[in-house]
Structures are given as structure tokens and as C-alpha cells.
């Protein structure tokens, strides 16, 4: 069975816009996440998500863009059922997306998007 990466690897449909849609898709999703939590420590988490994912997702398309010229997003609207099999999935999306850059700039970036939402995951799932 391939991992994740190389799956990503292999479908053209994953491109630069398609990763970027993703990750305006999990702010979407995460605010509305947010919205209807009743822990306030969930509350605060995925409001660190949603915000910190939408200062990170912009700083890597203005770095994309600078080299590659404007791309053309398009931003997904998905009925999540289960939020944390969601975001856990989400994880292991991002980080299997890096490989599909070559520049290790870029690749950084990915990487503190997958900080982020790991960090949510643990303050998810361990403090309520």
C-alpha cells in the first residue's frame, strides 16, 4: 500500500491551487467548528486554528505567487460530520503535500501548517 505522500505524488489533481483551496476549505470548516463547541478551551484552540491557518495559507501563496505568478483558488465547501477525524486526516494531507513542492521554502511553510494543526489536534483532544 503507498503512504500518503505518495499518492499525492502521483495525482496531478493535488497542485499548488488545489492545496491552497484545502487549506481556506479547513479554515471554513474550523470556524464553523468553533462556533458550535461547548468547551471553551476547544473554543480557544480551534480559534487559533482558524486564525493561525489563515496568516500561514496566505504567506505561502504570496510567496507561491511571487515566484510562480497568481494562481486561480478555488475554495471547496464539504459537510464535515466528524470534526476531529476531519482535521486528523487534514494533518496527514499537508504534510503528504509538501512533497509535491520542490523548494524548501515552501516545503518550511507546509511544515508549520502541520505544527498548527497538530498542536490543535493535542489541545483537542487532551485539554477540555
Not at 486554528?49 to 515566484?67: H, M, N, P, R, T
Not at 510562480?68 to 470534526?83: A, E, K, L, R, T
Request: charged share 30%; hydrophobic share 40%; aromatic share 12%.
Amino acid at each position: 500500500m503507498k503512504n500518503l505522500a505518495s499518492k499525492l505524488k502521483e495525482q496531478p489533481i493535488n497542485g499548488p491551487k488545489k492545496f491552497v483551496g484545502r487549506l481556506f476549505e479547513l479554515r471554513d470548516v474550523t470556524h464553523k467548528e468553533h462556533l458550535k463547541v461547548k468547551s471553551y478551551a476547544q473554543h480557544v484552540a480551534l480559534g487559533e486554528l482558524y486564525d493561525g491557518i489563515l496568516s500561514l495559507a496566505d504567506g505561502f501563496v504570496e510567496s507561491y505567487q511571487g515566484k510562480y505568478g497568481i494562481i486561480d483558488i478555488s475554495i471547496g465547501s464539504i459537510n464535515v460530520i466528524d470534526y476531529m477525524e476531519y482535521v486528523e486526516e487534514f494533518a496527514k494531507y499537508v504534510e503528504g503535500s509538501r512533497e509535491i513542492f520542490k523548494e524548501d521554502w515552501l516545503k518550511n511553510q507546509i511544515d508549520e501548517m502541520a505544527a498548527l494543526i497538530y498542536s490543535t489536534i493535542y489541545k483537542l483532544k487532551f485539554l477540555k
